[in-house]
């Protein structure tokens, strides 16, 4: 798995969406399901970016034997490209309600020409059910995963699981933080997964002076962060926000039994 962490217009769902196409259009008979928080969303955000990012000749409507792709603003779109990769578009809400849509599916190719995406989780909230779940899915071809997520309100238990003990290979100087060197690349511990780190400043379309100086206005370093880095400071349901497993457990030998 790919978890990628992402301030402020970051472009994590034109990443998303970006190797979403490109892996089915070189993964000829792949399939690759994409999940979003809501119907909504699925069909203005995620199935928006990746019409957008179709090659021109596609994005014409196609209704033919061996292919289908059709996008409309108020009902989204299926894709089915003429070397017969899909593209599915599911929500957390339909998982919640019936946890087998899954079942059966086998997701990303069998004979992968490039990296062998099997699903997109953009913004997942919930908990490690849907990703287990994807993980069974993702097996039989060998495929990956890529989530996408921004921690403005702090991170999910799903996405702890990813940062603890995550050992950093790469990283990169925050201009806002005095050039500290902030974790762009990740190994994860526990699992087979990377996180990467996208700054608001390396996407020029991100209006990030605007940002900087909002940012310089409010002084407040977990704000910066969040907001320009994709560093997580908080969990989302934590009554202890600042509780670190690193800092605050300890061996119980270590423990004073007086004082």
């Known amino acids: 798995a790919l978890v990628a962490l992402g301030g402020n217009r970051a472009a994590k769902t034109q990443l998303g969406a970006w190797l979403t196409v490109r892996c089915a259009m070189e993964n000829e008979n792949s399939l690759i399901v994409c999940f979003a928080q809501n119907a909504e969303l699925s ?3 995620q199935q928006s970016a990746i019409f957008n990012h179709l090659p021109v000749e596609y994005k014409q409507k196609t209704l033919g034997q061996s292919e289908y792709i059709s996008y409309t603003k108020q009902n989204g779109n299926s894709v089915i490209l003429p070397n017969n990769s899909r593209i599915l578009f ?7 309600q019936n946890q087998t849509i899954l079942e059966g599916l086998e997701l990303g190719s069998f004979s992968p020409k ?17 990703i287990d779940t994807l993980g069974f899915r993702l097996a039989t071809r060998n495929a990956k995963m890529l989530l996408t997520f921004t921690p403005i309100d ?19 100087p925050a201009a806002l933080l005095n050039n500290r060197a902030l974790p762009y690349v990740q190994e994860c511990k526990e699992r087979d997964a990377a996180i990467l780190y ?24 977990s704000w910066i962060l969040c907001r320009l880095y994709g560093v997580p400071t908080k969990s989302i349901s934590s009554k202890f926000p600042s509780f670190s497993r690193e800092t605050n457990v300890v061996k119980p030998e270590s423990i004073p039994t007086e004082g």
Not at 90 to 96: G, L, M
Not at 154 to 172: C, Q
């Open 43 to 45: 069909v203005l955000v």
């Open 90 to 96: 599911k929500t957390y809400s339909q998982f919640q």
């Open 114 to 130: 490039l990296v062998n995406l099997g699903a997109w989780c953009d913004e997942y909230l919930g908990g490690p059910e849907l």
């Open 154 to 172: 702090g991170y999910s238990e799903t996405i702890r699981v990813f940062l603890d003990g995550a050992k950093t290979l790469e990283t990169k």
């Open 198 to 221: 996208l700054h608001t400043i390396d996407n020029p379309f991100s209006g990030y002076e605007r940002v900087a100086k909002e940012a310089q206005s409010k002084g407040d370093e």
